[in-house]
Nanobody
Framework: QEHLVESGGDTVQPGGSLRLSCTAS????AAWFRQAPGKEREFVAAITWRGSPRYHAPSVRGRFTISTGNAGKTIYLQMNNLKPEDTAIYYC????????????????????WGPGTQVTVSS
């Protein structure tokens, strides 16, 4: 059983930046999802443990960047120019094999999930 550990959530002002981290014991295809109050969980970004290819949702493209480190066992989400609508709980997810280039944005293909880290963007 894999245990994902997220960190980096905080409260920032609009236009600010944060970097989220997610650490695993093994290498996986991984993703970040987020869930705002009263909304469904939505895809944010995905990456293979090799660091490529990587994908970003249209709502965050150009502002957020997913990357890997620690030989593929740490997944980062660099978030710049944060907006109030980015406020949500951010979840790290890892796939042991079901995630592909055609379904990486579906929560159901990820086998392991972290407990989430809160990101609040407010002035």
């Amino acid at each position: 059983q894999e245990h994902l550990v997220e960190s980096g959530g905080d409260t920032v002002q609009p236009g600010g930046s944060l970097r989220l981290s997610c650490t695993a014991s093994e290498r996986y295809a991984a993703a970040w999802f987020r869930q705002a109050p009263g909304k469904e969980r939505e895809f944010v970004a995905a990456i293979t443990w090799r660091g490529s290819p990587r994908y970003h949702a249209p709502s965050v493209r150009g502002r957020f960047t997913i990357s890997t480190g620690n030989a593929g066992k740490t997944i980062y989400l660099q978030m710049n120019n944060l907006k109030p609508e980015d406020t949500a709980i951010y979840y790290c997810a890892a796939s042991s094999g079901s995630a592909t280039t055609s379904n990486y944005d579906r929560a159901g293909v990820y086998d392991y999930w972290g407990p989430g880290t809160q990101v609040t963007v407010s002035s």
